[in-house]
């Protein structure tokens, strides 16, 4: 369980779910191309006006019906919980499905990703709002369609030496080409394990995992991404077996209103008063989501730690510093500090650290 204190209004800010709008990764990053080629037609995103309320789907019967672990369970483990972070950036192409596979084999117990809605309104696993961080191409998620999204080269841009730099040798770039066909994929994988996966994707090929999902996003546009993910949940069949959270405030509301039985971990506003105030967490909270520091101000203080505590809070623990802190090392320092789950880019070494 945790321990831990309200803190100042600069922390409160960077509090925040999973992942922060950037992402929790460093190191040089190539200045985008100006023009893309890929969609010179786009379609707007169909947010203009917010979203209307999403029916509840009935679950599809085609689902495999392989047991996962639900929240409750994996809160009521005595070990702190493996969650890889966008399914193991660190050691494989952030966001794609041979990464989470690779997760998955290391010993993860939970999938962190996020969403956001192409330019056709599907919903794809994808950080960035644009695609020029990991793939060879240029431009806006949303001005993309699901078919232009998912032809390009996904892990175009990994180097396990650094990621996500574009300045490396060549060769450092492992696992270019295979998505494209131009290089023959891992023993057991396929170049659609290399490609920009949809939601859906992801739960049906992992059946026995449970996840943590971050809305990405902000305004209508995140609205938008929490109406059609609260529909999928549901279609799916794993809102037990399901985390969200969000940036956006508004965004998580949406989503709490269309999914109300569906874990979630507070956003910006909630979390700040509950820092600052000393306010109690909206609804029925279980989990926070924060990094050890925010713009050099440490988090994960005593005083943290015991209010957290006190609040029968669980504390997940995502990087803010991936180059000093995925690592064994301090995957075991945050285990030992109280961490109830770690958003690790390393899942195989955080494997190591709960042994």
């Known amino acids: 369980m945790a321990r831990r204190a309200a803190l100042t209004s600069v922390l409160a800010i960077g509090l925040l ?20 080629s890929i969609a010179s037609t786009p379609t707007p995103i169909p947010t203009a006006t917010p979203a209307p309320p999403v029916p509840t789907p009935t679950p599809d019967p085609e689902l495999p019906a392989a047991q996962r672990p639900t929240i409750d369970e994996l809160l009521a483990l005595d070990v702190p919980l493996n969650i890889a972070h966008a399914g193991g950036d660190q050691i494989a192409p952030h966001s794609t499905l041979y990464a989470m596979a690779v997760a998955v084999e290391a010993g993860a117990n939970v999938l962190e990703l996020d969403v956001r809605l192409t330019a056709d309104a599907q919903l794809v696993v994808h950080h960035d709002d644009t695609v020029d961080r990991t793939t060879g191409a240029t431009g806006r998620v949303d001005d993309l369609t699901l078919a232009e999204l998912q032809a390009l080269d996904n892990a175009h841009w990994f180097s396990p030496e650094c990621w996500p730099c574009q300045d490396r040798p060549i060769e450092e770039y492992i696992y270019r080409g295979i998505r494209t066909g131009e290089v023959a994929p891992p023993e057991g994988a396929t170049p659609d394990d290399f490609a920009v996966p949809t939601f859906r994707d992801v739960v049906e090929r992992f059946p026995t995992m449970a996840f943590d999902v971050e809305i990405k996003g902000s305004g209508l546009a995140a609205v938008g991404t929490a109406s059609v993910l609260a529909g999928e949940i549901a279609a799916l069949g794993i809102g037990a ?38 306010l109690p967490l909206d609804g029925d909270h279980r989990i926070i989501q924060v990094p050890p520091a925010f713009e050099g101000v440490p988090v994960l203080t005593e005083s943290f730690w015991e209010r957290a505590e006190a609040a029968g809070l669980d504390v997940w623990v995502w990087m803010d510093d991936p180059r000093r802190q995925e690592n064994l090392e301090f995957y075991q320092e945050l285990i030992a500090q109280g961490a109830d789950g770690i958003i690790a880019g390393r899942p195989n070494e955080m494997a190591a650290a709960l042994l």
Do not use: H, K, M, N
């Open 17 to 36: 779910a999973a992942c922060t709008a950037t992402d929790s990764t460093t190191g040089p990053i190539a200045t985008p191309r100006p023009t893309s």
């Open 241 to 278: 077996s399901t985390v969200v959270v969000s940036f956006d405030d508004a965004a998580l509301r949406t989503f709490e209103t269309l999914a109300p039985a569906v874990e979630t971990s507070p956003a910006r506003s909630e979390l700040t008063d509950w820092f600052l105030l000393q």
